[in-house]
Structure formats: structure tokens, C-alpha cells
């Protein structure tokens, strides 16, 4: 174990989708027990706990929310649909706030139905942005604008590489808005150290990094995709080297695990998280 292990442990922040099949009291429970000092959460189990009484929970567990997931789908060409997607967006910061959480993940969304036009798509965001910027500033939140993986373009998310990301981040305040790390869906670029250290304000200009977040790439890719994150250590990326550059980038907040897989899902809470804990320090840290 090197000697900058026991420190970077301090910031390993467990999301809530990484053992769904946890309540809300067992997460915060199972992360006080482990040593594990933070948690992302996600709105819908969030809600149904009900906000405050969530805050209150995590708050009296010792616990830090590290970020909110989610909000966005920002993409909508009707007037309504665009209307009822800043509605839930500021919603989404109210409730990032209530939960003392400074960071709301935002996804931007993906094609509206019969369009091909992606600038088009990420121009709405944009728009979007300009709105919800000032609004989450002042209630002390920053919108962390996530790149996802193409092959989530269509459908999910038009914005697909880290530099797509900032350029529409620094169009706004670094305050208003920054931009989402995750090694899941930004492995594959060859462009993305060069990124990374734009993203982290080098010259005077302030951090766009809002959060970091680790999962593994790892193949055969189940059908619909979109539930295959691995482990730790279980597939192609190189997560330390992640870590180094978000650090060299002046990144010091928290290293968040986040990893949708049902195979995980159907093992007991309190084994994956102590493999989660394992597999940081051999693979992270």
C-alpha cells in the first residue's frame, strides 16, 4: 500500500446503484460500518424515502452526499417538453440542495424521436444550460455535465466525449457548471489526458472537474448495455491512471464508484462493497 492510500480512502464515495439492492437505511448503514465516508444518490429512491428524511439519515450516519444523480434530458424541441425538462431540473437542484450535496449529474438526453441533427441536440443543452446555471449557482449546487459513452448517443446522451462536454461547460461560469470524470464511458479516447488537464483550469482559469467516477469496461457487453459496468479490476481500464491524471488536473474531491450490474445486485450488500473496498486499493489507489 503506497502512502498516499489511507488519504485517497478517505474519499472513496459509494453510489447508490452500485448495491440497489440495498434501502437507503441499509446503504448508510453498511458505509458507516465500512468505513466508506461517502455516498451518490439518485433521485427516485430519494424521493420515495422522502428528501429530508433522507438528508437526515445520511447526515446522522457521518456521511457526505457526494453528488445527486440525476438530472438533464435536456434535448426536447416542443415547447412543453422543454418546459416540463427545466421544471424537473430545478427540482433536481432544490433536491441536491436539500440533501447537502453541492454536485446534480446531469445526462443531457439524447436524439428526439426522428432527428439525426446531434449539433442540433447538444445546442438545446446548451440553452438549457443558460437557464439552470444561475439557478443551481445560487442554491449552492454546480451542474457536473456527464459525456457518455456513443453508444449512448442516440438514445441517452448526445454529448459523448470530455471535450464535447467542455465545450458547452465553459460557454458558463466554472461555478454554474463542470463537467463529469467517469472512466466507464471515456476509456476509449485517446484524447482524453489532454482533456482531463484542460478540464482542471490549468492557466488561472478555475476546475471544471465536478466528479470522478470509476467503473470497469468489460466484455462480452450484455444485451441493452446499459447494465454492464464491471468491477473494479474485471476489465480494460486503466483506473489508476485515471486517478493520477484527475489528480495531476488538481482534482482532490471524491472518487465515487459507480456500477450498474445485476450480477452484483443479486450478492449480498455488505460482500460487494468490502470487494469494492479491496479491489480501490489494488486498482486505485
Do not use: K
Not at 502512502?3 to 480512502?9: D, I, K, N, W
Not at 492557466?203 to 459496468?229: H, K, N, V
Amino acid at each position: 500500500m503506497n502512502g498516499a492510500t489511507p488519504c485517497l480512502l478517505d474519499r472513496l464515495s459509494l453510489n447508490q446503484e452500485t448495491v440497489r439492492q440495498w434501502s437507503l437505511p441499509e446503504l448508510a448503514d453498511g458505509c458507516a460500518r465500512a468505513g466508506v465516508r461517502g455516498v451518490g444518490l439518485w433521485r427516485a429512491p430519494v424521493r420515495e424515502y422522502g428528501v429530508a428524511a433522507a438528508a437526515r439519515l445520511v447526515r446522522d450516519a457521518g456521511l457526505r452526499v457526494t453528488s445527486l444523480c440525476r438530472g438533464g434530458f435536456l434535448t426536447a424541441t416542443d415547447p412543453a417538453g422543454r418546459a416540463a425538462a427545466l421544471d424537473d431540473n430545478r427540482a433536481a437542484v432544490d433536491e441536491a440542495a436539500a440533501l447537502g450535496t453541492d454536485t446534480l449529474v446531469l445526462v443531457s438526453g439524447g436524439l428526439p424521436p426522428g432527428s439525426r441533427d446531434l449539433p442540433g441536440a447538444r445546442e438545446r443543452v446548451a440553452d438549457a444550460l443558460a437557464v439552470l446555471g444561475p439557478y443551481a449557482e445560487r442554491r449552492g449546487v454546480r451542474l457536473a455535465l456527464e459525456p457518455l459513452h456513443p453508444m449512448y448517443a442516440a438514445d441517452r446522451c448526445v454529448v459523448s466525449t470530455l471535450a464535447q462536454a467542455l465545450d458547452l461547460a465553459e460557454r458558463f461560469p466554472a461555478g454554474q457548471v463542470g463537467v463529469v470524470v467517469d472512466t466507464y464511458h471515456l476509456w476509449w479516447d485517446d484524447t482524453v489526458g489532454t482533456q482531463i488537464a484542460r478540464a482542471g483550469g490549468r492557466g488561472g482559469a478555475a476546475s471544471r472537474i465536478a466528479a470522478f467516477q470509476l467503473a470497469d469496461w468489460i466484455t462480452p457487453l450484455p444485451e441493452g448495455a446499459l447494465l454492464g459496468r464491471g468491477q473494479l479490476g474485471d476489465g480494460a481500464v486503466d483506473l489508476r491512471w485515471f486517478r493520477e491524471r484527475v489528480e495531476a488536473a488538481g482534482y482532490r474531491g471524491p472518487v465515487e464508484v459507480e456500477i450498474f450490474n445485476p450480477a452484483l445486485w443479486a450478492r449480498n450488500g455488505t460482500d460487494v462493497l468490502a470487494e469494492i473496498v479491496d479491489r480501490f486499493r489494488t486498482h486505485v489507489a
